[in-house]
C-alpha cells in the first residue's frame, strides 16, 4: 500500500491529499529515510511523521485496504 494511503487509513494523517504533501516537504521519514509518497508500506517499517510541535514515532504492524474508526488504531504501534 501507497504511504500517503497508509497514513490516511490509519488516521495518522486526516486527508490523503495532506499525507501527499507532508511527504513531498519531507516531514514523514520511513526507518529513518525521507519518503516519497509513492513509497510501499511493509509491515515492520518504523514511521516518524514531523506535523506540529510533537513528532509521532510509529510502526507498522498490519496493513488493511480499509479501516473504520474502531480498527484504525490496530494497524500500528506508537513507540514514542
Known amino acids: 500500500m501507497r504511504l500517503d494511503k497508509y497514513l ?3 488516521r495518522l494523517i486526516k486527508r490523503r491529499t495532506v499525507a501527499n504533501e507532508a511527504c513531498d516537504m519531507g ?3 520511513v526507518n529513518g529515510k525521507v519518503a ?3 513509497y510501499e508500506v511493509k509491515e515492520g517499517d518504523v514511521l516518524e511523521i ?3 510541535a ?3 514515532k510509529v510502526k507498522v ?3 488493511n ?3 473504520n474508526k474502531e480498527t484504525a488504531s490496530e494497524n500500528f504501534i ?3
Open 36 to 38: 516519497r509518497a509513492s
Open 61 to 63: 504492524a498490519k496493513i
Open 65 to 67: 485496504e480499509y479501516a
Open 8 to 10: 490516511k487509513v490509519s
Open 27 to 29: 516531514r514523514v521519514l
Open 50 to 52: 514531523s506535523l506540529g
Open 78 to 80: 506508537l513507540l514514542e
Open 54 to 56: 510533537k513528532p509521532l
